[in-house]
């Protein structure tokens, strides 16, 4: 990659603020609208998430020399698939009860845009300990995203978090729709770009100082 090569610990927090796959890229917005209704959805979901990038950029890693450019795509499809079968078979024989209440989105992960693009723009271009911080950062900005999204809906629209009462005034019920899904995470993206905004304000005043 050009440039300066990134430290593990600006891997991360490009995951968790700079590239969010929600917040900031848009990526994966169909589990962001359709699963973040409680907290918990949100951290399983953005949990196997996290495991299927970290192993699956690994992977790409290790093989990106001996994989040929013209089946590069299928080769990172089938490697998503192979570690999205791991985690799949893994919540419904140890976590059943998350695991239907997930539904198909699971399997599902096999499509999420995110994780494919990691793999052609990162993984595949750089050595085995920078994609795996990649990975963390990335699954962990999605995971983020989840759990954040699934706060705000369970909490508004059931008076809730990880299903214990907490509210004790009438929920707004708008929150567990689906459209509140895309209400969220416009209103998100917007907290980051005024953070971006005021971030980037305080860095030319203090160049100018």
């Not at 214990?164 to 998100?188: D, R, S, T, Y």
Request: charged share 10%; net charge positive; proline share 5%.
């Amino acid at each position: 990659m050009a440039g300066k090569p990134k430290s593990n610990f600006e891997l991360i927090l490009n995951g968790l603020f700079n590239e969010n796959p929600i917040f900031r890229l848009a990526l994966s917005m169909c589990p962001a609208v359709g699963i973040s209704t409680t907290l918990m959805n949100g951290f399983l979901l953005g949990l196997a998430v996290l495991f299927v990038q970290v192993a699956s950029s690994c992977t790409i890693s290790l093989l990106k020399n001996y994989i040929h450019p013209k089946i590069r795509i299928p080769t990172y499809t089938l490697v998503i698939a192979t570690w999205v079968t791991v985690i799949d078979l893994s919540l419904s024989a140890f976590f059943p009860t998350a695991y239907k209440a997930m539904g198909i989105f699971i399997r599902l992960i096999v499509t999420f845009s995110i994780i494919l693009m990691r793999l052609e723009v990162f993984a595949a271009k750089n050595p085995l300990i920078p994609s795996f911080w990649d990975g963390i950062g990335m699954g962990l900005g999605f995971m983020f995203g989840m759990m954040t999204l699934g706060f705000i809906r369970e909490l508004l629209g059931a008076g809730a978090l990880f299903g214990h009462q907490v509210l004790p005034v009438k929920p707004l019920l708008f929150f567990i729709l689906p459209v509140a899904g895309f209400f969220c995470v416009g209103f998100m993206m917007a907290v980051y770009n005024y953070v971006e905004f005021l971030f980037k304000k305080a860095k030319e005043k203090k160049m100018r100082g």
